[in-house]
């Protein structure tokens, strides 16, 4: 998977999400929803994203196993 593509720190949207972790939308928020995946944060009334930290546990951990 291309960590090149995340920032070293901050938030990031889905779409920065799905090409670093290829999974479907739907794939994505249902792995949310189970909490296979990290929750988002609400930056604004239409704006979720990710913390970039907690996209690169989660690129690691799939990684090792």
Known sequence: MNNQALPETGFV??????????????TWWAGVKADLY???????????AWRVE???????SRGAQ
């Open 13 to 26: 949207r889905l779409p920065t999400v799905l090409k670093v972790f290829p999974v479907s939308k739907s």
């Open 38 to 48: 990290p929750k988002p944060v609400k930056l604004g009334p239409k704006i979720t």
């Open 54 to 60: 907690d996209i690169r546990l989660l690129i690691a």
